[in-house]
């Protein structure tokens, strides 16, 4: 049977039993537990006493104990290694990771320099296309050069030869329109 505790207005506290009924015995009468007649001995008053006991540990001395130190030092060192090897896997992947990304923007890059220079080819095609230089050095009035205005260079036996400038007698003639 479980015993709640009521506090009087006086401030001593009294046990009742809570729970259920009391047990009754053949002749009808109430069978009496050995807490529930302890309590009613007393009143239900059950007075609370505590001692104040000093204890003084200041003469006690903490024993080392070699064992549990070298077994905590293994213990901290083993931490600190699997800490390390983390922290370099850790590194690693990062690392990886931010490698990964470099080069995929070095792809697109190299892609996008891949077709400037294709354009830049066809570019270069186009303009040294000989009907259209033909067709602008028209609209500027040029013509095509007569017999004599062309000079070839004569070729020397030694290309290491020092080679000298000389006037010749060809002359430049511009008309403006």
């Excluded at 009924?21 to 009613?40: E, Q």
């Excluded at 186009?126 to 017999?147: K, N, T, W």
């Amino acid at each position: 049977m479980a015993t709640q505790a009521i506090t009087r207005r006086d401030g001593y506290r009294m046990w009742q039993p809570v729970g259920p009924a009391p047990k009754t015995g053949a002749h009808g009468r109430r069978v009496r537990t050995n807490s529930a007649s302890a309590m009613r001995k007393w009143g239900g008053v059950t007075p609370e006493i505590y001692f104040n006991k000093a204890i003084d540990n200041s003469r006690l001395v903490k024993v080392a104990d070699p064992k549990r130190a070298r077994e905590i030092a293994m213990f901290s060192a083993s931490l600190a290694v699997l800490f390390f090897f983390t922290m370099i896997y850790a590194w690693q992947h990062l690392s990886s990771i931010e490698y990964g990304y470099k080069i995929e923007a070095q792809k697109i890059e190299r892609d996008a320099l891949f077709e400037q220079n294709r354009a830049l080819r066809l570019e270069e095609a186009s303009l040294r296309d000989p009907e259209r230089i033909e067709q602008l050095a028209a609209r500027m009035g040029l013509v095509a050069p007569q017999a004599g205005q062309i000079m070839h260079l004569e070729a020397t036996a030694d290309p290491t030869a020092p080679v000298m400038a000389r006037a010749s007698g060809i002359q430049v003639v511009e008309t403006f329109q």
